[in-house]
């Protein structure tokens, strides 16, 4: 990928799928359908919520929760009072769960946030939040699937556990051999020329502790486990 695929600015290394509709990597996309095949046979209707984000839509993700116009959650899906934080803290909370333009593995068509569509009741509502994979929770037969065989069709959870940085999300998946290659040439310095000439609320602050966010949160990450088979 070049920088400007790396940084979302450019979609020419995805593609699009109309059934069910999502934008990927052409190798994520037949590694995804693969296992969805493979997870129907067990009852299970493998979703692809969200997939490929470009760097303007995560643009605009960061700026509503940065003016309040997006709820912030703690670790455990509660909403955060917005007006009692600091803009210091108002970036680290977002950093809890969002991506910073520019270094979001959405970017890179290698990420599939996933649920479980047989399990949905009608107009039902996805949150993407702690809730709905607990024990009792709606998406948590799934992810036992995936426990066991995710790794087969070479995605893993790269925010399995917190260390840190993001908040655990197990309903973000990462193909191996795509988002491996990516994180490693995305660099600092691409990222702060795709950030710098950005319309982002709380830039100055942002780009002023960018070295440590990069550590922090853009290459922070959970490893494949030696089952991950790619």
């Excluded at 455990?76 to 917005?82: L, N």
């Excluded at 949905?120 to 009792?136: G, R």
């Excluded at 992810?143 to 993001?166: C, K, S, V």
Aim: glycine content about 8%; overall charge negative.
């Amino acid at each position: 990928m070049n920088s400007f695929e790396l940084t979302g600015r450019a979609r020419t290394h995805v593609i699009q799928v109309d059934e069910p509709r999502f934008a990927a990597h052409p190798e994520a996309v037949a590694a995804f359908m693969a296992m969805r095949q493979a997870a129907a046979g067990s009852g299970f209707d493998l979703h692809p919520f969200s997939s490929f984000r470009d760097f303007n839509t995560q643009c605009r993700i960061w700026n509503m929760k940065f003016l309040g116009k997006k709820p912030l959650y703690d670790e455990h899906g509660r909403v955060r009072d917005y007006g009692a934080l600091s803009p210091d803290q108002l970036i680290g909370c977002i950093l809890n769960w969002s991506a910073l333009p520019g270094g979001s593995r959405h970017h890179w068509g290698s990420e599939i946030d996933v649920v479980d569509a047989a399990s949905m009741p009608e107009a039902y509502k996805v949150q993407l939040l702690p809730l709905e994979v607990e024990p009792d929770g709606i998406f948590h037969a799934l992810h036992g699937w995936l426990d066991e065989h995710m790794g087969e069709f070479g995605f893993f959870r790269p925010y399995a556990r917190f260390q840190g940085g993001m908040f655990p999300e197990p309903w973000h998946l990462s193909y191996a051999p795509v988002s491996l290659a990516a994180q490693e040439a995305l660099s600092l310095d691409i990222l702060l020329k795709s950030i710098e000439s950005a319309e982002l609320e709380g830039k100055a602050l942002l780009l002023a502790r960018l070295p440590e966010f990069y550590v922090s949160h853009v290459n922070n990450i959970c490893s494949p486990t030696p089952v991950c088979k790619y």
